[in-house]
């Protein structure tokens, strides 16, 4: 089977539908023919199996035991080996189909009308494939069915945490911004309670100076207090001194 040259044209991304359906029709039809090639080496050892059970033995022919069981064997190594050879064409077959998902639909949906509608071989006769041969085909359906489904679940669950994930990247830039908010608001109250800090202290160095202002002109009102007083008491002094020599001056001129 050439399916490692089908694989090689079913990675590329970019390949276009029709070139997909196209590539999967000549694919199906080249499996079909190969399990018509199995289905036919079956048949061939099926009927050595029953020429081999046909011949007969007895008491008047002991030299047809040993040809029957020659015929027996070599019936049943070319059974195994056609079943051999089938079983590994189906897991190919199915390793193939199964290269991704859109693959394996297309597959799934050509070898299903195949199987119906019959397929070409080189001579552009059309071919059907036996009963037993169709249950073959069929466990490539079926796998081809349920690797779609696992598959499709894969992707699905993928999306799933892709969508959380994004959701999970968003929450962490809205929760990046709203720190960076916070600690912007942080470093401007730091900025407010600095300014505070100093506006009191600049009030506190104020009050200080008033206080000291205060006392101040406290002892510089008292300091005046006192020589008003003295001034007042030296002032009485002299008018009493005036006085009492205008009395003397009086007392001698009336004598």
């Given at each position: 089977m050439t399916a490692s040259v089908?694989?090689?044209?079913?990675?590329?991304?970019?390949?276009?539908?029709?070139?997909?359906?196209?590539?999967?029709?000549?694919?199906?039809?080249s499996i079909f023919?190969?399990?018509?090639?199995?289905?036919?080496?079956?048949?061939?050892?099926?009927?050595?199996?029953?020429?081999?059970?046909?011949?007969?033995?007895?008491?008047?022919?002991?030299?047809?035991?040993?040809?029957?069981?020659?015929?027996?064997?070599?019936?049943?190594?070319k059974t195994n080996a056609a079943?051999?050879?089938?079983?590994?064409?189906?897991?190919?077959?199915?390793?193939?189909?199964?290269?991704?998902?859109?693959?394996?639909q297309v597959m799934h949906k050509t070898m299903d009308h195949l199987m119906v509608s019959g397929f070409k071989d080189a001579h552009g006769n059309i071919q059907q494939l036996a009963g037993e041969s169709k249950e073959f085909v069929q466990l490539i359906l079926?796998?081809?069915?349920?690797?779609?489904?696992?598959?499709?679940?894969?992707?699905?669950?993928?999306a799933e945490l892709q969508a959380r994930l994004t959701q999970k990247e968003q929450i962490d830039v809205d929760q990046t911004r709203r720190l960076e908010q916070l600690q912007s608001l942080l470093e401007y109250k730091n900025t407010l309670d600095d300014r505070q800090?100093?506006?009191i202290q600049i009030l506190f160095d104020f009050v200080k100076q008033k206080d000291q202002l205060d006392k101040d002109q406290s002892?510089?009102?008292?300091?005046?207090?006192r020589k008003v007083q003295l001034w007042k008491l030296s002032l009485g002094l002299s008018i009493l001194s005036i006085i009492v020599s205008a009395a003397i001056f009086s007392l001698t001129y009336l004598r």
């Open positions: 089908f694989t090689q044209e079913i990675i590329r991304t970019d390949i276009d539908p029709s070139e997909l359906h196209a590539i999967a029709k000549k694919s199906a039809t023919l190969k399990i018509k090639e199995r289905e036919k080496s079956i048949r061939e050892a099926k009927d050595a199996a029953k020429n081999a059970a046909a011949i007969k033995t007895g008491m008047f022919r002991w030299g047809n035991t040993d040809d029957k069981v020659d015929a027996t064997a070599a019936a049943l190594v079943l051999a050879e089938m079983n590994d064409l189906i897991q190919e077959s199915i390793k193939f189909t199964c290269t991704s998902i859109q693959f394996a079926d796998e081809a069915e349920d690797f779609v489904s696992k598959q499709l679940a894969i992707e699905e669950k993928h800090e100093k506006a002892e510089l009102i008292q300091e005046l207090f």
